[in-house]
């Protein structure tokens, strides 16, 4: 019914910006509110292109209990102080009222257009939580001791999978020995997403940014190694783990997706592909599999749980690969192809039926800008800009005031390549630096107007993402 009489309103459009902790999410719509409320440049969003757009303005949110994206501190940290905004620690939602003239003469005939667009904000690290859903205990339990035993894991989760080794779980149900537990599996999720590892399956997401619910028992779990078969005896450790693992489930999980997620009318992806493959192959492999069961729960029907929740049908999906100013133009189509080589097989796999699905490389701000450089003879296309205070390369450490020209290396012709170990003569990742950079000074005219914020293909990503709805 709410849905029902929400849909009666001015036509709106709810976005999902979905991606992986720092991917990107929080910047990538404060500079699209900024582009769209400042006037920004758009030469490939049609509407903007044609002289049709007319305005865009931040409106109340839909929902009166979840506080504002904080829009205006956003841009006053980046264009200000020039700092990136702070890791996202709850949700945030906000409405923006674009007004248009239409394209079609009819449409103009009933005067201005205008579109509410829903944007929500979230901590990415939630995001981990939704193929926990379709997971019970015990598979939660087998699949993430596994994985903290692979190779890449051991040395970050030897203290957790030790302790964890002498605990029975049919022991009682003691509240303390369930605290330690947690305390210790928490510190491993945080190392293996943290430092060089840079690993993405990380599950539970609210483990690394519990918010409010810190310290409550629905948080306090961790998994245990459980006999083969059978089922919890009553007051025993598992059974205690066990229902806390439900509760998890139930009142921290699905709520969030359910009011949140099911009527998404559109959804760009975000990835970050380049921190990836910072971390090696390891990383990639492993962000491959997080965006694989992280989409197979997007498949509609009812074989996924959020498959029977969404009620609209989600029609567009856009993967991104943000922070494309880290590289030259000139690699920006090897960086899409990356993307689309991690996106491909969860894209068949969750089988978005009738969904357009497109794959781009953007920077929703881009903080950098090239130059050519010759070194030895050879012409070596670079980026300029400014690393981030404590950015290190090469020992040297860089104190967020010198401005540098980088050449971060070539991307593969071939992304198969990336998944594989390196053939005799073929560079490795090793050859691959990724620095961050502070965001860009902003420019200002002669008459003293601050430009918006510039950006790398942010505009094509508009014009597929709400270009027709602006028709
Ligand atoms: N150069 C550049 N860096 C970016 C861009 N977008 C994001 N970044 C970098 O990526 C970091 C994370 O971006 P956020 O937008 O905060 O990421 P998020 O997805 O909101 O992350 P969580 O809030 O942790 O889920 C920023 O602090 C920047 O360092 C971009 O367009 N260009
Ligand atoms: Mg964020």
Not at 355 to 369: G, I, N, P, Q
Request: net charge negative; glycine share 8%; proline share 7%.
């Amino acid at each position: 019914m709410a849905d029902f009489a929400w849909s009666l309103g001015s036509p709106s459009l709810r976005l999902g910006v979905t991606g992986l902790s720092r991917a990107g999410k929080t910047v990538f719509i404060t500079a699209l509110i900024h582009n769209l409320t400042h006037g920004g440049r758009l030469p490939m969003f049609e509407p903007w292109r044609a002289g049709r757009l007319l305005g865009a303005d931040i409106r109340p949110q839909l929902h009166p209990d979840v506080p504002t994206f904080d829009y205006r501190g956003h841009v006053r940290k980046l264009t200000d102080a020039r700092v990136w905004p702070d890791s996202t620690r709850q949700i945030s939602e906000l409405r923006l009222t674009i007004a248009y003239e239409s394209a079609t003469f009819l449409g103009r005939s009933l005067g201005r257009g205008k579109l509410d667009l829903d944007i929500v904000d979230y901590p990415g690290e939630w995001l981990l939580d939704l193929p926990l859903l379709s997971k019970d205990y015990r598979a939660f339990s087998s699949e993430t001791l596994e994985r903290g035993r692979e190779p890449r894991r051991t040395a970050i989760a030897a203290d957790w999978l030790a302790h964890t080794s002498g605990v029975d779980p049919l022991g009682p149900a003691d509240d303390e020995a369930a605290g330690r537990l947690h305390e210790l599996f928490a510190a491993y999720l945080g190392a293996a997403r943290g430092g060089s590892l840079a690993l993405s399956m990380v599950p539970p997401g609210r483990f690394l940014m519990p918010g409010d619910l810190a310290g409550s028992p629905a948080l306090t779990f961790a998994p245990l190694d459980l006999p083969e078969s059978g089922e919890a005896p009553r007051d025993s450790l598992w059974a205690l783990m066990e229902s806390r693992f439900e509760a998890y489930k139930d009142v921290v999980v699905r709520p969030f997706f359910r009011t949140h997620f099911a009527r998404l009318d559109r959804q760009v992806v975000l990835v970050d592909v380049l921190a990836a493959l910072n971390g090696g192959r390891e990383a990639l492999v492993d962000l491959e599999m997080a965006l694989g069961e992280i989409l197979g729960c997007f498949r509609p029907g009812r074989s996924s749980w959020l498959g029977q929740v969404l009620t609209r049908r989600i029609d567009r999906i856009l993967f991104a690969a943000t922070k494309a100013d880290h590289l030259h133009h000139a690699s920006h189509d090897r960086l899409e192809l990356i993307l689309r080589r991690l996106t491909d097989r969860a894209i068949a796999r969750a089988s978005f039926s009738g969904a357009e699905v497109d794959v781009k490389a953007l920077a929703a701000v881009r903080a950098t800008r090239e130059a050519t450089v010759r070194r030895n003879g050879e012409s070596l296309p670079c980026i300029l800009g400014v690393p981030q205070e404590g950015e290190l390369l090469d020992d040297h450490l860089y104190d967020g005031k010198e401005e540098i020209a980088l050449f971060p290396g070539d991307l593969p012709d071939n992304p198969q390549a990336l998944f594989r170990p390196p053939e005799a003569g073929e560079p490795g990742f090793d050859a691959l630096r990724f620095l961050r950079f502070r965001p860009p000074p902003l420019e200002v005219t002669a008459e003293g107007v601050s430009l918006s914020l510039p950006h790398i293909r942010l505009d094509r990503a508009l014009d597929f993402l709400i270009g027709d709805r602006l028709a």
